[in-house]
Every structure is written in C-alpha cells, then in structure tokens.
C-alpha cells in the first residue's frame, strides 16, 4: 500500500489464530522465509521516523501504543513461541521485511529454539532501610560487640563510639543488602534456564521510597514456572519483616534473551 507501513509485533514459528484475538484491530499474518510475522498497516502519519520521533514524545499516545504492543505479543505467546521485536519496528516494504528474515534465518531459528517452552520472569528487590537497620545487630559481630562498648564507657567516649556505630551500621546495611540479594537471586537460579542482571533504576524512578537492590529476568522452564512463583511467594512472607519487599512478574515477552547475530 502506498503511503502505509509494516508495523511488526512479533515472528513464530508457527501460525498464530488470529480469530482469538480480536480485541485487536488490523492484525495481520503472512509467512516469510518460514517464519510466520504477526504485523498491521500503519499509516505514515503515525509511524514515519519523523513522526515517531514527535509522537513519542507524547506521553498518552507513547503509552497507549506502546501497551497495545506488549498486548498483542503476550496474547500471542500465550498459544505460540515468538520472538518480540521492540515497539516501533517499521519495515517500508514486504520486500525489507523478507530480506531481513533470509539475512538473519539462522540466527532467528536459534532464538526460536533457545526460548521455545520458556518463560521470561522479571524479579525485582526492594530493601527497606530504616526496617532493615533494625536487624544489623543480630546480623554483625561488629556493630554487637560496639554496642557493649558503648555501654560500658563513660558518656564522652559513648557519644563518639555511636557516631562511629552509626556509620558501621550503614555500611553494614549495604553490605548485608548485597549479600541477601545475592542468595535471593542464586534460589531463582535453581529454578531457571538463563538470567540477566538489569540496571538498578533511583527512586525518581521507581516511585518507592524504599532502596532497589536487585533487577533481574530469567529464562523458565514451562514447567517450572509453579516452583519459580512458589519460591517468590515464600521470600515474600518469610523476609517482610527484615524490610525486604520480592515482586515476581510474568511471563513477559522474552526481550531479554533474543539476540540476533548475523
């Protein structure tokens, strides 16, 4: 069509049904080099580099899109495997679009394979500061052994050893955080195929008051996905009360285990 882009959401290795999805407009599927890409015409008004450049710059319209692609891929992967390609992925012409898949056919059939009966999980780790202070002296010699100091001197010399307790105690809290976010992750590990450690993003960020002490997705097994979730459900209860805060989302779309290599 002259005028109109092909927006593509995803590819798979099989045919999706697209009559299950109708709550989406415009869907479209056609096979190219063996591959099945799940795609809608846009129009160049939206979609041209020009006017994606303005448009994502509009909040509301950046959001709504960008929610709809998400959609339209996790619904997909719900029957079939995929391979997601990022929101706004625009082709010019079915001529651009088969003649990226024959380039990358190789590499695409390995993406396939490596994510075929998996799920991608997004675990995330909160640490609350001024709950997890709290525990320090049962957890370090150190800050225990300063304590009873401080309360065999006199009040001058117990007025500089608190100074010093306090700055051991946070320390110690970064210390202890890194330690506990690091056996978390190891028990997602037992449960997953392959892992990747995200950036931890600031509280202007986040939104939470509380410190973000582990981002990480992994790779699971269909079928191990119950222990996967089990395991975030028993973290949840059982370290709450130290402060720490373990949210487990999924499945997700498996961006961050596609790579496509020439």
């Known amino acids: 069509m002259k005028n109109?882009?092909?927006y593509i959401y995803c590819l798979s290795d099989s045919s999706p049904e697209?009559?299950?999805y109708a709550e989406f407009d415009g869907l479209k599927c056609?096979?190219?080099g063996g591959f099945f890409v799940i795609y809608k015409i846009v129009s160049e008004k939206d979609f041209s580099e020009e006017s994606l450049k303005k448009n994502i710059s509009d909040i509301a319209w950046l959001e709504s899109n960008a929610r709809e692609h998400i959609g339209v891929i996790s619904r997909i992967m719900e029957h079939n495997t995929v391979i997601p390609f990022q929101f706004g992925t625009i082709?010019?012409?079915e001529e651009g679009l088969s003649n990226f898949i024959e380039k990358y056919s190789s590499s695409l059939t390995e993406n396939i394979n490596k994510v075929g009966g998996h799920e991608e999980w997004s675990?995330?780790?909160f640490c609350d500061r001024n709950v997890f202070k709290h525990q320090i002296e049962g957890l370090s010699k150190e800050v225990s052994a300063l304590e009873i100091e401080i309360r065999r001197s006199s009040p001058g010399k117990a007025y500089l050893l608190e100074r010093k307790k306090s700055e051991l105690i946070e320390t110690d809290i970064d210390r202890f955080t890194y330690i506990y976010s690091q056996n978390?992750?190891?028990l997602f590990l037992k449960h997953s195929e392959?892992?990747?450690?995200?950036?931890?993003?600031p509280k202007d960020q986040t939104g939470r008051k509380d410190d973000f002490i582990l981002n990480a997705a992994f790779l699971v097994k269909k079928n191990s996905v119950f222990n996967f979730i089990q395991t975030a459900d028993l973290l949840r209860k059982e370290k709450k009360l130290l402060g720490f805060d373990v949210i487990a989302t999924g499945p997700w779309p498996p961006f961050s285990f596609?790579?496509?290599k020439a």
Do not use: A, E, G, M
């Open 258 to 260: 596609i790579s496509i």
């Open 194 to 201: 392959l892992t990747q450690i995200n950036n931890l993003l």
């Open 4 to 6: 109109n882009l092909i």
């Open 18 to 20: 697209l009559s299950r």
């Open 30 to 32: 056609d096979c190219f």
């Open 91 to 93: 082709y010019k012409s």
């Open 184 to 186: 978390y992750y190891n």
């Open 123 to 125: 675990v995330k780790i």
